[in-house]
């Protein structure tokens, strides 16, 4: 599976965002073949988890530190998986990027990954 992340750009603190993460998938394959994640990594920081979604929706998990504030979501008739990102603050910037692996994996991690969308964070 591609994944492409869209919808990043320059904000004000306490804006929302919406990003997308499109996926292209093998032929014989349908999106909710995978779960999907969300994760970023900030200037000069590591890439962290922000949230995850499992491959029909059902299941959702945040870090911490959302707190409220991001929510994740998913269309599978549209390979499309979204985060709603509100309340936007300095430290949220980064480079988003969506992620997923195959439902079925024992992996804990997520090993296909898409190009990421930058967020920024300014006023």
């Known amino acids: 599976v591609q994944l492409q992340a869209f919808g990043g750009g320059l904000v004000q603190p306490g804006a929302s965002l919406k990003l997308s993460c499109v996926a292209s998938v093998p032929t014989f394959n349908t999106f909710s073949d995978y779960h999907v994640g969300w994760f970023r990594q900030g200037p000069g920081k590591e890439r962290e988890s922000v949230a995850t979604i499992s491959w029909d929706g059902r299941n959702t998990y945040y870090e911490d530190w959302v707190n409220g504030r991001f929510t994740i979501s998913r269309d599978n008739a549209k390979n499309t998986a979204y985060l709603q990102m509100n309340n936007l603050k300095p430290e949220d910037t980064a480079v988003y990027y969506c992620?997923?692996?195959?439902?079925?994996?024992?992996?804990?991690?997520?090993?296909?990954w898409g190009q990421g969308t930058q967020v920024t964070v300014s006023s």
């Open positions: 992620a997923a692996k195959d439902r079925l994996s024992a992996r804990y991690e997520y090993y296909y």
